[in-house]
């Protein structure tokens, strides 16, 4: 097995998945672990350049949905594509294949302890991409000076806040160029001000560099205001302001109960639809 | 109760495939890339060059305590000056082997379930397959390797340094010469006695490390579950290297006697 590449498209398959294409799309995708039925029949699509938010109870399947895009789960039923590879019933050989175009922030950061900042954010160009060391390192630098952790390039990630460790695990995960980016709960445990700084870097790198997102929180604030939020550049510096109404339509949220998809729309949607339905009124307050 | 039997054979049968999978996957992260060579390197000085004063610790006493018995014993027929035959046999054929596959299990067993198995619960190891790397050729390929080849080589330094313990108590406290002491160690040892302490401690360094990756990489259930692999990695090894050390004798026996 040759070490992974991005999975090679014709330009066919390139046009159709451009910007408003279907990047990752779920048909009735059904999941259980012996006799607890995790997803049922979940179906949507997220757009290329577009961003969903899930929300949703602990333990109503929201992290499964990331598992199942990097194949770390199979499903039960139904069918997944990722960036037009059909994926639920892929082996894990060509998995890695459709995984070197997809970024991953896990809870937490799951950042390797044993692995420098510069270790870690360039993993993937060092181990697997066979970057030459100037170029992997000028990326790395580059990335970090991103995300604004410049300075630590050299620490371990245990001399890192926890909000430095999430900002690191989103540099690790952007270092390759991955056209789509999964954040599982990026901000929980996090101050306000530092879970801002996070919701921003996912607003950048979907603004300024195009990256489908798929965020998954149970943090309402930090779910709106990447939503309701753009990144723009000014100058030398990025600024962040509320989004137009066009731009909101790019970010929809689809709220999980018990397995199923309750609610799926934009952030203005979502609040309409707390006046008619309890549980997302309850959800919301 | 015959439920509860059926679900304990169903967990075990389990375990056994799992196991049986993961070293069907070494094999073909040995013969095919990508390959990991900083990794194996890496493995190589832990297990080995960190195992080193554990390892000549345990064999110089082990040696010191065996010419100690020896001698006693020895005396009661007139032949204390047979004592570096029982040390030479024992020691390259039985005790060099075990002991440093213990010591390996104890050290080397635990530590590789710890860490794997810190891996597995802080989802290190779905970063590592989210970043497009497969864990058992990043992680298991290169301790297995280690294990394999650095077990006997510390085995042959156990070995060695029990010898010249049971050389220190024979001329010190026994008062034997020193070129009688020798002499006697190598009339006791036959070319095949040699080879079996050479051929075992591959099979032993094996079933140490895959046993230990085994475990860590099957972790589940946060630091507790952590816990509970590192015990299951130590107590799963050892037993494995009394057992493993048995059936490889018997079958070297039949082989080569």
Redesign the interface.
């Known amino acids: ?4 590449q991005p999975a090679r498209r014709s330009e066919l398959l390139d046009d159709a998945l451009g910007p408003g294409g279907p990047i990752i799309v779920f048909d009735d995708v059904t999941l259980a672990f012996d006799e607890k039925v995790i997803l049922r029949d979940v179906s949507f699509t997220l757009k290329t350049g577009h961003t969903k938010i899930f929300l949703g109870a602990s333990g109503a399947g929201k992290s499964t949905i990331l ?1 199942l895009i ?1 194949g ?1 789960l199979k499903p039960d039923g139904g069918q997944i594509f990722v960036n037009g590879e059909r994926v639920d019933n892929m082996s ?1 050989d060509a998995m ?1 294949a459709v ?2 175009d ?3 922030v ?3 950061g ?4 044993s692995l420098s900042v510069r270790e870690n954010v360039g ?2 160009l060092f ?2 991409l066979n970057w030459k060391p100037a170029d992997a390192n000028r990326r790395v630098e580059e990335v970090l000076g991103f995300i604004g952790l410049a300075e630590f390039i050299d620490r371990k990630p245990s001399e890192l806040s926890g909000g430095q460790r999430r900002r690191v695990a989103i540099a ?1 995960a952007m270092a390759a160029k991955p056209r789509i980016l999964l954040y599982d709960e990026p901000t929980t445990g996090l101050d306000p001000i530092t879970s801002i700084t996070v919701d921003e870097e996912i607003i950048k790198l979907r603004d300024l560099e195009g990256v489908s997102s798929i965020v998954v929180t149970h943090q309402l604030r930090d779910a709106f205001y990447v939503a309701e939020h753009t990144a723009a550049r000014r100058s030398s510096e990025v600024g962040f302001e509320k989004a137009s109404p066009a731009k909101c339509d790019e970010a929809e949220f689809i709220m999980l109960r018990d397995g199923r998809i309750a609610f799926e729309g934009n952030a203005g949607e979502l609040r309409a639809a707390a006046a008619r339905d309890p549980y997302i009124d309850a959800f919301l307050s | 109760m015959a439920a509860g039997a059926v679900e304990w054979i169903k967990a075990a049968l389990l375990e056994v495939q799992e196991y049986v999978g993961m070293l069907a996957k070494t094999v073909r992260g040995v013969v095919t890339p990508p390959f990991y060579y900083r990794d194996v390197v890496q493995q190589f000085d832990a297990i080995g060059i960190g195992s080193l004063t554990v390892v000549l610790l345990t064999g110089t006493f082990t040696g010191m305590v065996l010419a100690l018995q020896s001698g006693i014993t020895l005396d009661q027929f007139g032949a204390r000056s047979m004592v570096g035959r029982l040390v030479s046999a024992s020691i390259v054929k039985e005790l060099g082997p075990v002991l440093t596959g213990l010591m390996v299990a104890g050290r080397v067993g635990s530590g590789i379930a710890a860490e794997l198995g810190s891996m597995m619960v802080t989802d290190q190891i779905a970063a590592l397959r989210a970043l497009g790397t497969d864990p058992v050729r990043k992680l298991v390929v290169p301790r297995i390797l280690a294990g394999l080849l650095m077990v006997p080589v510390l085995t042959v330094i156990s070995s060695a340094v029990g010898m010249v313990g049971g050389w220190i108590v024979t001329v010190g406290v026994l008062r034997v010469a020193s070129s009688v002491y020798w002499n006697s160690v190598i009339q006791g040892l036959y070319i095949q006695d040699v080879w079996m302490g050479l051929i075992k401690p591959f099979f032993l360094g094996f079933a140490i490390v895959s046993i230990g990756c085994h475990v860590g990489l099957r972790t589940r259930g946060g630091t507790q579950g952590v816990g509970r692999a590192t015990t299951n990695a130590v107590v799963a090894s050892s037993v494995a290297v009394i057992a493993v050390d048995y059936f490889v004798t018997q079958l070297l026996i039949v082989l080569m006697y």
């Open positions: 097995m040759a070490r992974a598992r990097l770390l894990e890695m995984r070197a997809l970024g991953m896990f809870q937490e799951a950042l390797f302890d993993y993937k181990e697997e690790r």
